[in-house]
Nanobody
């Protein structure tokens, strides 16, 4: 059974940092792009960051560029999201996602992903 398990969320003051982790089990995703999404109450799930299978290519939504960093450790089957200079508008449930098939590049849309974690809450207070 394939599972993606996020951890590292929590409550932090504006300007603070958090590091999210997503550990995969049940199969390896070392040849697949991975992504982080988020969903705030009453809003649609949105792309936050993506990374290629090798880690050599990354992409971010405009509002988090320069503040968030996505990375991966294929030996550990884990992807990370380092979030710095957090803002109240970053408050959301954060999800990691993976596609079923291997691919080059980055998947920007949630429809490209087949596996999702349960999500971890990130709350940024002002």
């Amino acid at each position: 059974q394939v599972q993606l398990v996020e951890s590292g969320g929590g409550l932090v003051q504006a300007g603070g940092s958090l590091r999210l982790s997503c550990a995969a089990s049940g199969r390896t995703f070392s040849s697949c792009p991975m992504g982080w999404f988020r969903q705030a109450p009453g809003k649609e799930r949105e792309f936050v960051a993506g990374i290629s299978w090798s880690g050599g290519v990354t992409h971010y939504r405009e509002s988090v560029k320069g503040r968030f960093t996505i990375s991966r450790d294929n030996a550990k089957n884990t992807v990370y999201l380092q979030m710095n200079s957090l803002k109240p508008e970053d408050t959301a449930v954060y999800y990691c996602a993976a596609p079923h098939s291997s691919a080059d590049g980055i998947l920007l849309h949630r429809l490209g992903y087949d596996y999702w974690g349960q999500g971890t809450q990130v709350t940024v207070s002002s």
